[in-house]
């Protein structure tokens, strides 16, 4: 299973804004990867935020999808918790 957050989204650069930089975090299988990128405000003109999320997704889909594709072949238990049998 994996999960999605935005974990960046802001005007870039700060001073004179030329785009929006826009970064995912992904959680696959205990294992997390970040990945960001921007999005032109030519290309986010008169677009809701979400729309503009959206269009980050699109330019990175196939390496976000064959990323959680690897990690999600590896086992689910690293970074789980471990008791002992007694």
């Not at 196939?62 to 086992?75: C, F, M, Y």
């Amino acid at each position: 299973m994996s999960e999605i957050k935005i974990a960046k989204f802001e005007l870039y650069p700060q001073e004179e804004p030329t785009s929006y930089a826009v970064g995912f975090s992904i959680d696959v299988n205990w294992r997390a990867f970040y990945r960001d990128t921007t999005v032109s405000l030519e290309e986010s003109k008169d677009k809701t935020d979400e729309e503009i999320v959206a269009i980050w997704y699109e330019k990175l889909k196939e390496w976000i999808e064959s990323e959680i594709e690897r990690l999600g072949k590896k086992s689910p238990l690293v970074w789980q918790s471990f008791t002992p049998l007694q």
